[in-house]
């Protein structure tokens, strides 16, 4: 199934490895480090015209992990994914 995650972008559910909440997340060097090297290594998808409430991160199709910078909170992604499936 897909989920719909804003801006015109969906994403395979089965791809997700974790979905995060910024806020809560982002306090943590070692977190703040993996979004920095992602966007490094190109692997980081923003569209967010806003600060981001959540990120998910997904297995691309090359088998790297692939971050996707989001506006809607963990909750209601959580919530479209169980709808979805």
Known sequence: MYIYIGNDTVINSNDIIGIFDSD???????????LNQSEKDGRLVSDCTDIPKSFIVCRGADGEKLVYLCQLSPQTLSKRSETEL
């Open 24 to 34: 809560n997340t982002t306090v943590e060097k070692s977190t703040r480090k993996f």
